[in-house]
């Protein structure tokens, strides 16, 4: 059952990719700012799932308390950057709003170079879990089900945040007419402010989620950053369905370009970001872009 | 150009002509490094000031041309000049199919898209191990006999960057530099113009790459061999942050970015093991209290940095 196998890794890669790229999409499409730090927030949380499941080790569901401390440890980050650095940049040049996104993620690299060494670091795999499960006859590890678990909930949650709340209906009209809304009596910084917490508590979920199976390493915040480019240019920038469509389709991609040429699976996901390109420029979901910045 | 400018540049001219004479030979070392990245730098900012596209993945053509010269003298046994002139040609062509890719209309797209394919090449360099040497690098790339010495290679670099600095600088002034110049303020008036916006910002892209490329070899014969880091995502940020740094609006601010950020990378680490957070900090700090970069200092806020400074100033329409 390897086919079986390359299918559901394909899913747990999906679920990952999507966490992580649907925060990206999410401030740029309300924000208007291209968050660079997103993937150091996201190798930030892998190291916190370290420590936190070290430190918790007696509470006997380590894991899973980090699971619930770690992301909302970074949404308040997310909240604190946007209030002190990006609130002062929504009228600045996309230059000088890029500038700050590429110092935080030297920043955030050297605090935790400083904090936890140059060593990687492994997760263990949460106890608690049955070692295997198996479905329609494939047998894959059980934390794979708890993170497609986790993707499809939260991608649910998400869902109804954005279209069935009153908070996601003020978040969509600022991310359709800016001005608009604010002329409208909107209180836009803090929708921001939520907008940079969310986008950072789900990059903590993606990092934390991850963190059993690859682990924390230095690097791994520009990895994160390159994947959730792909899956946002594939998707459509600023589409959450889009995000969603793509990461399928890259998290496929890429479980079975390993079983073809295992170097070079990246070569394949960026055969699909091409055509795509190609085909359809602004992404699968992504709104028809007009001549104009 | 004003008159004082004038003076000024023909100054660091002779200045930089009678560095090897002035100062011991760790100085020239380093030198001969600042002023290859120098040129990276002003070849970044044909992008990035001029035509508005953020670039995150510059270093691929500059590791290209680098690695297509050292490729040539290893594997082929190309003599020095043949090899530096081909290492920009094939960054050229890099830059015409990755450029193809990127030039999209929004600048979201392109930031995106140049730092995927950027760490795309560098991943290519990395693992290629057979042509490239992997991590540990091409090496054995000597120049000519007659460059040997550090200084007779630094008047050669020298030569080399004022000569490519001289073609940006004119290319930015050229109908094409004030296309640029068009797009970046409003393409859809650019466009209306009857400027073919993406021919236009992929010319530039190939330029720009073109440019990047003689940086490249410039570097490959100077270490007489080039590394895999050379392509990373963090050389790409470096030159955006030399560019940034000095001010992308004025054609002397990625040289003044480029000088400054060298300067204080071999300075910060010797002082402490953490210097990229001070740096980070540091770039912050500028980023939000000089937004126009540090050549601001030397001209009024407001409109006047804006394309003026670029060149715009002593062209039509004043």
């Known amino acids: 059952m390897l086919l079986g196998l390359q299918i559901v890794s394909g899913l747990v890669s999906a679920a990952i990719l999507f966490l992580l790229a649907s925060g990206l999409s999410l401030i740029f499409g309300v924000c208007g700012v291209l968050q660079l730090a997103h993937g150091a927030f996201f190798m930030l949380a892998a190291y916190l799932a370290y420590s936190g499941t070290l430190l918790l080790a007696e509470s006997g569901a380590s894991f899973w308390l980090t699971l619930i401390i770690a992301p909302l440890v970074l949404a308040g980050l997310g909240a604190l950057m946007e209030i002190a650095l990006f609130r002062k940049l929504y009228h600045a040049d996309h230059l000088v709003q890029l500038l700050p996104t590429i110092a935080l993620s030297f920043i955030v690299a050297d605090v935790i170079r400083f904090i936890w060494g140059l060593e990687s670091k492994t997760v263990p795999f949460p106890s608690g879990l049955p070692g295997a499960v198996s479905i ?3 047998t894959f590890p059980s934390y794979y089900a708890v993170i497609v678990i986790a993707g499809v909930l939260i991608g649910l949650g998400l869902w109804w945040l954005v279209y069935r709340t009153r908070w996601g209906t003020l978040v969509r009209a600022i991310a359709q007419d800016r001005d608009m809304s604010a002329a409208l009596g909107i209180n836009e910084r803090a929708i921001y402010t939520g907008v940079f917490a969310l986008a950072a508590w789900l990059a903590g979920m993606a990092g934390v989620l991850s963190a059993p199976l690859s682990g924390a390493a230095l690097g791994s915040d520009l990895d994160a950053i390159i994947d959730a480019f792909v899956v946002v240019v594939v998707g459509g920038l600023g589409s959450i369905p889009g995000a969603l469509l793509a990461a399928l389709l890259i998290g496929m991609v890429r479980s079975f370009g390993i079983l073809i040429v295992p170097q070079f699976a990246m070569a394949f996901v960026f055969a699909l970001m091409a055509l795509v390109l190609i085909v359809r420029p602004t992404g699968l979901l992504g709104r028809r872009e007009s001549i104009s910045r | 150009m004003t008159n ?124 290629w191990q057979s042509a490239t040497g992997g991590d540990d690098g091409l090496t054995g790339i000597a120049p000519h006999a007659v460059l040997m010495a550090p200084n007779a290679y630094y008047y050669f670099v020298l030569v ?23 797009i970046k303020d409003n393409a859809r008036r650019a466009a209306f113009l009857g400027i073919h916006v993406r021919r236009v910002q992929l010319a530039a892209f190939v330029v720009a790459g073109t440019f990047a490329g003689v940086a490249g070899v410039l570097q ?81 806020r407001g409109a006047g940095v804006r394309n003026e400074e670029v060149g715009l100033r002593s062209g039509a329409g004043q």
């Open chain 1, 136 to 138: 329609f006859g494939v």
């Open chain 2, 4 to 127: 004082t400018t004038r003076i000024g540049v023909v100054a660091l001219i002779v200045v930089l002509a009678l560095l090897p004479v002035l100062t011991p030979e760790v100085v020239i070392v380093q030198s001969t490094d600042i002023l290859i990245f120098t040129l990276f730098a002003l070849s970044l900012n044909l992008l990035v000031g001029y035509a508005g596209m953020l670039s995150l993945g510059h270093a691929a053509f500059f590791a290209i041309g680098g690695y297509t010269a050292g490729l040539l003298v290893k594997h082929l046994g190309v003599a020095m000049l043949p090899a530096m002139i081909a290492g920009p040609i094939v960054a050229a062509l890099a830059a015409l199919a990755i450029g193809f890719f990127c030039v999209r209309l929004s600048y979201a797209y392109f930031i995106m898209l140049s730092l995927a394919f950027g760490q795309l090449v560098f991943t290519v360099i990395w693992k």
């Open chain 2, 160 to 182: 080399i960057v004022l000569l490519a600095g001289t073609a940006l600088y004119r290319i930015g002034r050229s109908p094409f530099g004030h296309a640029l110049l068009a």
């Open chain 2, 220 to 300: 490959a014969f100077y270490h007489r061999g080039m590394f895999p880091g050379s392509a990373h995502w963090l050389l790409s940020a470096d030159g955006f942050i030399a560019v940034c740094l000095g001010g992308a609006s004025y054609f002397a601010g990625p040289i003044v970015g480029a000088v400054l950020l060298k300067l204080v990378s071999l300075a910060l680490p010797r002082l402490t093991e953490y210097w990229m957070f001070f740096l980070g900090i540091v770039i912050l700090v500028i980023a939000m209290l000089r937004p126009a970069g540090l050549l601001s200092f030397l001209r009024p």
